[in-house]
Structure formats: C-alpha cells, structure tokens
C-alpha cells in the first residue's frame, strides 16, 4: 500500500489570531494551576482528590515539563502543540513511533532535518494505518475524525486524511460510540447534547465529537495543568469556542450556547451545587491512571449528573500490574447498570470500554455482537480465517479449532497479523525457508 507522507511542510501554520487567543487562554489556565491551593482551602475540599494524584503525581516529570513548555512557549512552541502531548497517548508522534520506543522528551527539539528523516524513515505506512482502513470503511463518512493538518500534525494520508496511531485511536472511541448505538441516541434526543468529558487528553475526543454534534454543549473536566493543551488545541484549531470556567463565573451545560467549557477538576462541585445535568459523560484512559479516593469521588459525582437518563462511557485498561488500579472494581459501586461493549468496528487497543447507567436505557442503546469466524481461503496447509479483527493463518493440521474458546495465537504455528496479505506472505517465507513450494 502506498501513501504519501503528510510532512510539517505540509502543516498550516496557526493564525495570528489564534495565536493571541490561545496566550489569552493559559495565562487564565495559569492563574488556575497557582490558585489552585488558595481554592481548595477556602472551599474547604479535599486536596487528595483536587491535587495531581496517581499517575499525574511528581513535582518534575515529562508532564509537568511539557505545560511549563506550553504555558510559556512563543508562536513555535504553540505551532507544534501535537508534538508535545506522547504522555497522553503514548506515541511520538515526532517520530512516529511509540513512546516507550523513542523514550523521548515531549519537549525534546525538533530537528532541522525531519521532514527529510521521515520521507527516508517512515515512507511505508504503518499497521496504524492498515487498521484505519479497515474500520473506517463500514462508517458513515461524517463520522470519520479527521485532525487538522496543523499544529504538528504528520503521518500518511489516506483518502484525504492525516492518519497516525492517534487518528487510529480516536477513531477507535467515535467507532464504539457509533456502534454502540450512542451516537444514533444523541441525535435522537431532538436538542443538541449535553456531554462531559472527565480527563480530556490534548482535545482530540472533543474535536472529534464537536464536528459530529455541531451545537453540543460540551465540558472538560480535567487537572488545569492538562486543561492547557486541550484547551489550547481547540482554540488553535479556530473551530470551537472555548473558554475557562473560572471562580464564581456563571456556569452553564445549556446546549444553547454550543460551546466548549473547560472546568478545573478542582471546581467539579460547581456542578453538583448547580444541579447541572448531562446526558453522556466520557472517559478514556486515565481514571486508572488515578487514585481510589479520585475514581469513587468522580464515579459519584457522574452518577449524580446522569440522573436516570444520561449515559457514562469508559474506556480504560486494567492498570494494577502497574501498581496503579482497574477503575471497574470502584466505578460499580456507584452505578449499578453496566454493559461491556464488544465491538466489531474496532480492536479495543485502549482498554476494555464499558457503559454505566442508574438505570438500564430503555432504548435499544447496545448492540452486541458475537464475532463469527469466515474462512477467507486455504494457502500451503493453512486455513485463511478472519476473526474479531484479526486475519489468522491456521495450519490445517490442528484440525478444527472454536476460536471463540481458544487462545488460537498461542497455538503451534499459528499466524496472526491485520491483514491477509501479511499472514499469507508469512506463510510463504517459512515454506522458502524450509525449502517447501511456494
């Protein structure tokens, strides 16, 4: 497969404008990181829970390093945003590659030469993008996240896209959303949605959804020290509104205003005070990265601004290999409907992804699907299959194997790849390297 690179030549360069609206922005989410103990203590609320905790504790690490970059950054420093944000999803989109390969500091320079670097090193797409293909050709078009090529955005383009493993990843959420029935329900409520985010990464999720739900009342919630570069991506990008909620400043999820909001984690009891209401609250990703204390204070808090209609949508991984936690074991506690989603449009990369409800949704929300072997054809002894996501190449010698109990990989010479062409040419170069026809 052949696609060109989308290089940093290639990239829009942010707007004066923007620029100035984005130095606005932080010096607001500044203010809220170092007023942030003042808050707390005449509020009198629970520093365990709005301190950075978990994951996000440590007085100096790549984190912390990569908002003081942004926080007090120049034009360049803003105009490649996406390069300093691997903590987020794990991958140098610099270089990329994943981040635990690259081991490379979010604010490590860009070197002069990289363009030429990636043109030489990176021509081939990746298996990130044999996987965008793959399901985003089911979809509705509209329902494809396509990022700005702006920004610091690189990777290759594919049908008019920038794909990347985190166009893949995001894609990835709109998928089970969309295959879930979620977003089918959103568009049935008859007004625009209201949505909470709980954690909001660098502001892809959001973007992505706000081109979906175009009049959608939308809200971060999230360490203000992340608050900056979601915040800031989304205001560079000059697709969105986008303004902090500050201290005794009037705060709203009403879908007329079609904005985005972006609350410090600190304040989330504003909206509990003001009875505010949402009809799906997200999470991806980091409330396993929290504390115990954090996960049951946010899990109570959703339940309270679901009400008995509105949805909560995770996606986290199990983290307690880690030392860290599995989010699931505290969320139940507080929400006593739950659905695992198992979708077909995605290989849930992230984590396993879960709905929670008060009340199990009378509407036909959930689809799942039990995913059905199809015999693809036969090759040198081994049966072509393709299951859940994955092509297998299985040696006809095992005679017949339910891949829905077995572990089928870890079978004797089992092949399994995301494509057929790879299975099929892995195949072929173990029968030259035993001398067997091809």
């Known amino acids: 497969m052949t696609c060109p690179n989308v290089l940093l030549a290639d990239n829009r360069d942010i707007s004066q404008h923007a620029f100035n609206r984005g130095v606005e922005l932080r010096r607001k989410i500044a203010h809220a990181v170092e007023n942030r103990g003042t808050y707390v203590?005449?509020?009198?609320?629970?520093?365990?829970?709005?301190?950075?905790?978990?994951?996000?504790?440590?007085?100096?690490?790549?984190?912390?390093?990569?908002?003081?970059?942004?926080?007090?950054?120049?034009?360049?420093?803003?105009?490649?945003?996406?390069?300093?944000?691997?903590?987020?999803?794990?991958?140098d989109l610099m270089w990329l590659t994943p981040g635990a390969e690259s081991r490379r500091s979010s604010i490590a320079p860009i070197p002069p030469n990289h363009d030429q670097w990636i043109k030489t090193q990176r021509a081939e797409p990746d298996s990130w993008v044999e996987l965008w293909l793959k399901f985003t050709r089911p979809i509705p078009t509209a329902l494809r996240f396509s990022p700005p090529v702006m920004l610091g955005e690189i990777g290759w383009r594919v049908d008019g896209v920038c794909v990347n493993h985190d166009t893949y990843a995001y894609q990835e959420r709109i998928n089970i959303l969309y295959e879930s029935g979620i977003i089918d329900w959103l568009h049935r409520l008859g007004r625009p949605p209201r949505i909470l985010e709980i954690g909001g990464g660098y502001g892809a999720v959001a973007f992505?959804?706000?081109r979906i739900f175009p009049s959608a009342s939308y809200m971060i919630c999230d360490l203000p020290e992340s608050l900056i570069f979601s915040g800031l991506y989304l205001t560079l990008c000059e697709q969105d509104q986008v303004h902090l909620v500050e201290p005794d400043a009037s705060i709203s999820a009403d879908p007329s205003r079609g904005d985005v909001a972006l609350l410090p984690n600190y304040m989330l009891h504003l909206l509990l005070d003001r009875d505010l209401a949402f009809d799906l609250v997200i999470n991806t990703l980091s409330m396993s990265e929290m504390t115990e204390l954090q996960v049951h204070a946010y899990a109570e808090a959703i339940g309270r601004l679901i009400g008995r209609t509105g949805l909560f949508f995770?996606?986290?991984?199990?983290?307690?290999?880690?030392?860290?936690?599995?989010?699931?074991?505290?969320?139940?506690?507080?929400?006593?409907?739950?659905?695992?989603?198992?979708?077909?449009?995605?290989?849930?990369?992230?984590?396993?992804?879960?709905?929670?409800?008060?009340?199990?949704?009378?509407?036909?929300?959930?689809?799942?699907?039990?995913?059905?072997?199809?015999?693809?054809?036969?090759?040198?002894?081994?049966?072509?299959?393709?299951?859940?996501?994955?092509?297998?190449?299985?040696?006809?010698?095992?005679?017949?194997?339910?891949?829905?109990?077995?572990?089928?990989?870890?079978?004797?010479?089992?092949?399994?790849?995301?494509?057929?062409?790879?299975?099929?040419?892995?195949?072929?170069?173990?029968?030259?390297?035993?001398?067997?026809?091809?």
């Open 41 to 91: 203590t005449e509020h009198r609320l629970d520093p365990l829970f709005c301190l950075p905790r978990g994951n996000w504790d440590g007085a100096q690490n790549d984190f912390s390093s990569a908002y003081e970059y942004m926080r007090d950054g120049d034009y360049d420093a803003l105009n490649r945003l996406r390069f300093r944000v691997q903590f987020f999803s794990g991958y």
């Open 208 to 210: 992505a959804l706000r």
């Open 314 to 438: 995770e996606q986290n991984q199990d983290n307690t290999n880690l030392g860290l936690l599995d989010c699931k074991d505290h969320i139940r506690h507080h929400l006593p409907w739950s659905c695992r989603l198992e979708p077909q449009l995605a290989v849930n990369t992230e984590g396993s992804t879960d709905l929670w409800a008060n009340v199990e949704p009378q509407l036909n929300l959930i689809q799942l699907h039990n995913p059905v072997p199809k015999l693809l054809g036969s090759i040198d002894s081994y049966n072509i299959v393709d299951y859940d996501g994955f092509i297998y190449g299985l040696p006809q010698a095992l005679g017949p194997i339910d891949l829905a109990q077995v572990g089928a990989e870890d079978l004797k010479g089992v092949i399994r790849h995301d494509s057929r062409e790879k299975v099929e040419a892995e195949i072929r170069a173990g029968n030259q390297r035993w001398g067997l026809r091809r």
